[in-house]
């Protein structure tokens, strides 16, 4: 057997076991729960300003057990926060007038046992999963667009979406993801921007 095709063979049954010791407990833990909503909204507030529309927000979820196992064995994830600002027009599709993303990836670190988050290049480490998960569940003032001027209430609104990002996990998992809803973390709203005041 050539050298290529040992490590070709290895990799992928690397992969296959990993998918399949991370596939069972999702579905014990998804047939406990059937139809649990797994991100919930406390708090979606939009603001119109001479900085800009800011956006406030907070989330309330937990993380599912077998989720927890693979970040305490070192996969990153990646949650993914995104807001679009639209203008209505009776004439023709809704005029964008903001798009804004923001990214947090979550690490655990083994040998120094702290939880990294990082958010658009900047790190923060913290002693516990909770401290970590708290500082992304919540974001005050958030300047997702410029002032729009000329807008009424209920001309413009946000369209807003939370979600933990299943394409940046590991390609293994990605594939043992077929059954597993509760890994699915998302919630998607629309808010009315206020006029400028």
């Known amino acids: 057997m050539s050298q290529m095709r040992r490590r070709e063979l290895l990799k992928s049954s690397a992969s296959a076991l990993l998918a399949a010791t991370m596939a069972p407990a999702g579905r014990l833990a998804h047939a406990e729960t059937p139809g649990h909503r797994s991100v919930e909204l406390d708090k979606l507030a ?10 406030s927000y907070s989330a309330r979820f937990d993380l599912p057990r077998d989720l927890e196992l693979a970040l305490s064995k070192g996969i990153a994830v990646v949650f993914v926060a995104e807001a679009n600002v639209f203008r209505k027009r009776w004439y023709w599709t ?3 007038k903001g798009e804004t993303t923001r990214r947090w990836r979550l690490a655990y670190q083994p040998l120094t046992r702290r939880w990294k988050l990082n ?4 790190s923060r480490h913290y002693a516990t999963l909770n401290e970590a998960l708290d500082a ?4 005050d003032r958030w300047r997702i667009a410029d002032p729009i001027a000329g807008a009424d209430d209920q001309d413009c609104y946000v369209d807003f979406s939370f979600r933990l990002d299943t394409d940046e996990l590991p390609r293994p998992l ?9 890994w699915n973390l998302d919630v998607q709203r629309r808010a009315w921007v206020p006029a400028l005041r």
Request: no cysteine.
């Open 174 to 182: 990605q594939i043992g993801l077929g059954g597993l809803l509760d």
């Open 46 to 55: 939009i603001m119109h300003t001479d900085e800009g529309v800011l956006l």
């Open 136 to 139: 992304l569940r919540r974001t």
């Open 119 to 122: 958010l658009d290049g900047l």
């Open 94 to 96: 809704d005029q964008p």
